[in-house]
C-alpha cells in the first residue's frame, strides 16, 4: 500500500491505468474527463490531490492529438489543485519520431537526376571514391562546380550586393571615394560616374537616357544587400537540393515545451524511439526500457534461442538489436535499407540487403515501434527468401495503424510479439499471430520508486 499518491488515468489506456493501481495496491483516482457538443475538452478532478504525489498515466495512441491535449489539461488542473509533483507517465511518448529536421522519403538529397554513368565511376550502390587530386570533383551545385568561381562571381560586399558586374561608372565611383576622401569622394563619384555613364552609354552605342541610366547606377552603389532578389538565377546557384526541408516545425520539441508549460514536473516514457528526445525537457525525463521483457521472451519461448539469429530491420535500431544480441550471446544480423534510387524508373523501389547469415536459422526481428508495419513485413520477407526457417518480429510499441493488421497476416512473419504500451485488444483479435507482453510491472515499480525517491537506475539494467 503506497500512501499519499494519487493515480489519474487519461482516455488512451485505461486498461493499463488499472492494472498499475491494482499492483501499487491503491484505487485508480476519480474523475471527468469528456467532451462537450462543440468537441473541446473537460476536466474535472473529484478527488483532493492538494499536497499530493499525482501521477497522470496516458499513452500516445489511438486519437493521439486529443489524448495530448487531454494530458495538458489534467496536469494543469492538478497545479491548480496545489499538487506537490506531478509526474506524466506516457507508455508511447506523442510524436517521438519528429525530434529532428524531417526530410523527404526519397533520402538524401541529389544535385541531379540520376544519369547513366560509366563503369570506372561509382554509382549510388557503391562507396563513392575518396576526393583527391586528378578524381572529378561531386556536382554540387547546379550551375558551377567550382566555389571560388562562383563566389568570385556573387559579390556579397555592402555597397554592391546584387551579384552583377560591375560596370565602368560603379568602379569610377570606388576609385573615387578611395582618392579623394568620404565627402569629396562620394560627389565626384556620383557625378563623374553619372556623366561618365551617360557619355560611355552613347559612346558604345547604346542610346538610355540620362535618367535610366541615372537611376540604374544610383540603384547599384546604394544597395545594402547581401541577397538579389531581382536576380532569382545567381541566388538559386546556392539554394537546398530537393530533399530536405528547410522551413518545418520541430513538432518534438514542441511537444516536450507544451507538457513543461502545462505543470508537469517529471516525465517517465517507454522506450523511445530517439533517445536524444530527453535532451528536448528541462525536467527529469527517465526513460524505461522494455528490452528485459523482450530478452524474457526469447528465453522463455524460442527453442534454442543460441542458434537463432538478431536482426535489426533498418539501420537505425542497429544499437538495440546489437544490445540484446550481445547480452545473449546471439549472433546478429542488419538489414540495409537504399532509399536512394539509381535509375528514375526505380524511383519508388527502395532496395533492402541483408548483411549478415540467416540460412536455415530462426530470426528474430527486433525493433522498438511498428506503425503501418511496412519496414517490418518486407524484411520478414528478405529473411524468408535468403532461408530463414521462422521469422519472430519482437516490438516494444505495436501502433499497428492503418492496415498494417492486414500486412502482417498476409506477411511471412510466424509471429509478432508486442508490449501493451497502447491498447492492443481489438489488434489481438483481428491477429491470430499477435502476442501481447504486460508493461505494466515496469511502470508500477518506477512510479513505486520515483514517489519514495528511490534509485531507479535498476529499471535501466538489462544485461
Known sequence: MVRNIVILSGNSHPSLAESVCNMLGVPSGNRILSKFSVGETRCEIQDSVRGKDVFIIQSGGGSINDHLIELCIMISACKTGSAKRVT????????????????????????????????????????????????????????????????SRTSLSNGIGNGLPRTSSE?????????????????????NGHTNGHTNGHTNGDTPSAHSQHLLTHSRGGSYTTHDYENPALISTFEAKPGYKRWVAQAGTLVADLLTCAGADHVVALDLHDPQYQGFFDIPMDNLYGRPLLKRYIQQNIPDYKEAVIVSPDAGGAKRATAIADSLGMDFALIHKERRPTRITDRQNATMMLVGNVANRVCILVDDLADTANTI???????????????????????????????????????????????????????????????????????????HGESISVLFQYD
Open 377 to 451: 513485413t518486407r524484411a520478414a520477407k528478405l529473411v524468408r527468401k535468403e532461408g530463414a526457417t521462422a521469422v519472430y518480429a519482437l516490438l516494444t510499441h505495436g501502433v499497428l495503424s492503418g492496415d498494417a493488421i492486414a500486412r502482417i497476416n498476409a506477411s511471412a512473419l510466424d509471429k509478432v510479439i508486442v508490449t501493451n504500451s497502447v491498447p492492443q485488444d481489438e489488434h489481438k483479435r483481428l491477429c491470430p499471430k499477435l502476442e501481447v507482453l504486460d508493461v505494466a510491472p515496469i511502470f508500477a515499480e518506477a512510479i513505486r520508486r520515483i514517489h
Open 88 to 151: 506524466a507517465v506516457l507508455p508511447l511518448f506523442p510524436y517521438s519520431r519528429q525530434p529532428d529536421l524531417p526530410y523527404n522519403k526519397v533520402g538524401a538529397p541529389l544535385s541531379k537526376n540520376p544519369v547513366e554513368v560509366s563503369k570506372d565511376k561509382y554509382t549510388f550502390e557503391s562507396v563513392p571514391a575518396t576526393p583527391g587530386p586528378g578524381i572529378a570533383k561531386t556536382a554540387g551545385f547546379n550551375k558551377e562546380t567550382d566555389l571560388t568561381r562562383v563566389m
Open 171 to 191: 568602379n569610377y565611383f570606388n576609385a573615387n571615394s578611395n582618392t579623394n576622401g568620404h565627402a569629396n569622394g562620394h560627389a565626384n563619384g556620383y557625378m
